[in-house]
């Protein structure tokens, strides 16, 4: 199911909210109207929570059907919250610790800031049970917010560079497209955050760039 939706009046959904195959991690500030969109969107459990006491969720994690990265700020009640989950949670601690900013992943795979060390993205791999590979979209390396991805595809940076794009391919799987969010937004994971049963998307955007989600992620 498809969910246009703000998130403290904010149209930057994927910045707040991060979706998973098997759960989804949002603002312990949403309203009980933006909790119910949220759940009936992607259709997984969900789990209320702040980083560091922030409510910008989906920045500060990423996490897929085996894992979760989070910011190594986050508090020791956090991480508990977190582990409930019966992932695997592991803290980042890099100077890039925007784990949802920095990592595009799926159950198939990884795709990282090409600044990460050889360190975290061995920590990456291990906790995500999945490949990871460097790289850019659109030349950025926060590769998180430039990209959305399931277990079907990817929408990422309009100005996506063939290379990088087959790259994208290769460690995610799917069908890789380029696109914009929230009416002509190129950080796609700002606006949107989706699994392979739906989608959390910024209010403002268009039937155009709606369509391109549905087409890439398989949400038809």
Excluded: W
């Excluded at 600044?115 to 920590?123: F, P």
């Excluded at 959390?200 to 155009?208: A, D, N, W």
């Amino acid at each position: 199911m498809l969910k246009l939706l703000e998130v403290a009046g904010n149209v930057n959904v994927g910045v707040y909210i991060r979706a998973s195959e098997h759960h989804v991690f949002y603002t312990s500030s949403a309203t009980k109207r933006e909790v119910t969109e949220i759940l009936e969107g992607v259709t997984v459990p969900g789990i209320a929570t702040t980083i560091a006491g922030s409510n910008v969720v989906g920045s500060l994690l990423a996490a897929n059907g085996h894992g979760i990265i989070v910011a190594d700020i986050v508090l020791k009640e956090e991480l508990k919250r977190l582990e409930k989950t019966g992932l695997k949670v592991h803290r980042l601690a890099e100077l890039l610790n925007a784990a949802g900013n920095n990592i595009l992943c799926n159950d198939r795979g990884a795709l990282v800031n090409p600044e990460y060390s050889d360190a975290a993205v061995k920590l990456i791999e291990k906790t995500l049970g999945v490949p990871v590979q460097r790289g850019t979209l659109g030349g950025i390396g926060t590769v998180g917010m430039a990209g959305v991805a399931n277990n079907q595809g990817a929408v990422v940076h309009p100005k996506v560079t063939d290379e990088e794009k087959e790259t994208a391919r290769r460690v995610l799987g799917g069908n890789v497209l380029p696109g914009t969010i929230n009416r002509g937004s190129a950080l796609i994971g700002a606006g949107v955050t989706a699994n392979s049963k739906g989608a959390l998307i910024g209010r403002e955007s268009t039937g155009v760039e709606i369509n391109r989600l549905e087409d890439a992620l398989g949400l038809l």
